[in-house]
């Protein structure tokens, strides 16, 4: 939970006739925080994100940005700026007016706003290109043009509506690392809308997960990635293997479980945990199971066959069906020891570490803050 | 294999020429026979003179008439806008019931008989007891010219991005600012364009002016009326030469203007 709560949401919820956009959210994101809202488009990650920016207004909650309540302030009087997602670049003027739009209302002198402006396109990289018009810009300059307009009027919370969907991959991941730096450098609150879940790993110092207009998780990249709450959060994150199991003993701390082949596992037991019936769900990744070569050993193994193969350059993804397990399991191996060559149909040795098993809940609502 | 086709069809560029001949051919002899020192006109030509264009400016009543007409062509230019405008924006940012009918019924005037529409007008004027003047000419025209304006506004405002305003908010700018500041210029190009095109519509228009016009003519029911007298042909056909001329330059301008406008507004769109 952060220190000083820059953005606080108090059950907002959204509806559009009977259709909850947004579902009872409460949320608290922290000044200086990169914090990422993620989920599948029509989770209500853009509906919270324009209720913070003032587009919207929420049917109730409250909205609190920097302890002062603004869930009526219309966009134009709140400390926030938005980069949208198609930049929303103004097509009449170029560089340098966009960026100074905003300041012509603060009325500065003329020295100091071009200071102000210059400075700002400084800070995005698009130095002396204050003349360029609208139409001459690439996709990558329109973003950073979309930047330095929102940062050159200092807002107290940046956010950013999927800013890099329109790049292309490379570029993308290029704007990833500026983006990150340039918020480190500024210091302020970014809010990112996203449904990219890498983008959303390697940017932001928290993520909340969203699905049906809730919040499923808010924790850190790692622990959202390592210990998702639900199914849909794991699944939504990357690949898992999901596995049925039985509860066997239930302790303050911790549960063990007993499943099909990989034996009795014992569980860290997740807040508000509820198994229903006895019967729950189970996961791991596919990068913590590990091929095991020649005579290599290891404390906990499981025999399997190539089902599947598929060559990723540095990586090759297999499907290893295992006997009794209802699902085949998937895995990724580096290329290392010829895991690209393995034939389809071969037995193969598995090593997994019991540590590695996550306890999921099955109801996307169950899991709440 | 277009090329290939059209080698199969060599009547094509000829039925191409005669189109064209027959389209323009008549509009060419007009300021040809206007520069013709005769005053009828027949074949061959008797030699080039501008004494007809002369003519022109020492006639007080063909002046007038000039006014009149440059009088209904700003006024229903700038009325045939305003609505338009307001038609265009709520048909291209709104969706709501009936949007459709309502197009249809603001476009349906394009294809409604003129004649019939300026006698029924001509009919309510006379029963509501009003004079015919160029009121009731503006208030005819001005039906007639909300589908081109509509038309042209529609596909400037078609690519208007909604968050270009919402950028502008965001930015701390008010609604009156945003609509100053973003809105208008962006869609001014668009504006302009309806503008020139519905004042060219009435400048030409001959019908309604007609009807409705009362003692006050209008250019071209000016030229309606001088084509009872031979005598006065050459000065009617200099006459239609400037107004072509006029007609051909203002379009001209407003087609630059509307292509403008739309690229403006999708230059917005491509990320």
């Known amino acids: ?369 | 294999m277009l090329l290939h086709r059209l080698r199969l069809l060599p009547f094509l560029p000829a039925y191409v020429a005669v189109y064209f001949l027959f389209l323009y051919l008549p509009i060419l002899l007009l300021p040809v026979f206007s520069f013709n020192d005769a005053a009828t006109t027949t074949l061959p030509l008797a030699g080039f003179t501008t004494k007809w264009y002369a003519s022109l400016w020492g006639n007080t009543v063909l002046l007038q008439a000039a006014r009149n007409s440059l009088i209904v062509g700003v006024c229903v230019a700038l009325i045939s806008t305003i609505l338009g405008i307001c038609a265009a924006r709520a048909i291209t940012r709104y969706r709501f019931r009936g949007q459709r009918p309502a197009t249809g019924l603001i476009m349906a005037p394009l294809f409604l008989p003129e004649i019939i529409v300026a006698v029924s007008l001509l009919m309510i004027v006379l029963q509501m007891g009003l004079e015919l003047s160029l009121v009731t000419v503006i208030l005819g025209q001005v039906v007639f010219c909300i589908p081109y304006s509509m038309s042209v506004l529609v596909s400037g405002f078609e690519g208007f991005d909604r968050s270009l305003e919402e950028a502008s908010y965001d930015l701390g700018e008010t609604a009156i600012g945003t609509f100053r500041r973003v809105t208008l210029p962006v869609v001014a190009p668009a504006i302009v364009s309806s503008l020139l095109v519905t004042f060219t519509i009435s400048l030409d228009e001959f019908i309604l002016a007609f009807f409705l016009s009362g003692t006050e003519p209008t250019l071209p029911v000016y030229i309606w009326g001088q084509l009872r007298f031979a005598a006065k042909l050459p000065g009617v056909l200099a006459l239609g030469s400037l107004m072509i001329l006029a007609s051909v330059v203002l379009l001209t301008v407003a087609e630059v203007m509307r292509r403008r406008a739309e690229r403006r507004t999708q230059a917005t769109l491509v990320p």
């Open chain 1, 1 to 369: 939970m952060p220190d000083r709560p820059m953005i606080s949401i108090e059950n907002v919820s959204r509806y559009y006739g009977t259709y909850r956009a947004l579902d009872d959210v409460s949320l608290e994101i922290g000044a200086g925080e990169f914090f990422s809202l993620l989920g599948p488009s029509g989770c209500g990650k853009t509906t919270l994100l324009r209720s913070i920016a003032g587009f919207d207004v929420p049917t109730a909650g409250e909205i609190r940005i920097d302890g002062t309540p603004c869930t009526l302030l219309p966009a134009n009087r709140r400390p926030t700026n938005m980069v949208f997602q198609n930049y929303a670049i103004f097509p009449h003027l170029d560089v340098g007016e966009n960026v100074a739009y905003g300041l012509k209302r603060l009325k500065l002198d003329a020295a100091e706003e071009r200071r102000r402006v210059s400075d700002a396109l400084d800070q995005v990289r698009l130095t002396g290109l204050d003349k360029r018009k609208a139409n001459e810009l690439s996709g990558g300059q329109r973003q950073r043009v979309a930047l330095a307009r929102a940062l050159v009027m200092r807002p107290k919370v940046l956010l950013l509506d999927e800013p890099l969907s329109a790049l292309d991959k490379k570029l993308r991941e290029q704007m990833q690392v500026e983006l990150r730096s340039l918020q480190k450098a500024v210091g302020i609150t970014f809010i990112l809308v996203t449904h990219d879940q890498y983008e959303a790993l390697a940017l932001s110092d928290r993520i909340a997960v969203m699905f049906g207009g809730r919040i499923a998780q808010v924790a850190t990249p790692k622990e959202i990635y390592q210990r998702p709450r639900t199914r849909m959060v794991a699944d939504f994150l990357g690949g898992m293997n999901f596995l049925q199991a039985r509860l066997t003993s239930e302790r303050s701390g911790s549960v063990s479980v007993e499943t099909a082949r990989f034996g009795t596992i014992n569980l860290e037991r997740p807040k508000g945990f509820a198994p229903t019936n006895g019967h729950v769900t189970v996961g791991i990744r596919p990068e913590r199971l590990r091929l095991l070569w020649d005579d290599e050993r290891a404390p906990h193994e499981l025999v399997g066959r190539v089902e599947n193969r598929a060559y990723f350059g540095e990586v090759t993804h297999l499907t290893i069906g295992v006997d009794g397990l209802e699902q085949p399991l998937s895995m990724v191996e580096t290329n290392d020891y010829g895991a690209d060559d393995l034939p389809l149909g071969a037995e193969i040795r598995l090593a997994y570490d019991p540590d590695a098993f996550v306890l999921l809940s099955e109801d996307e609502r169950g899991a709440r803050m």
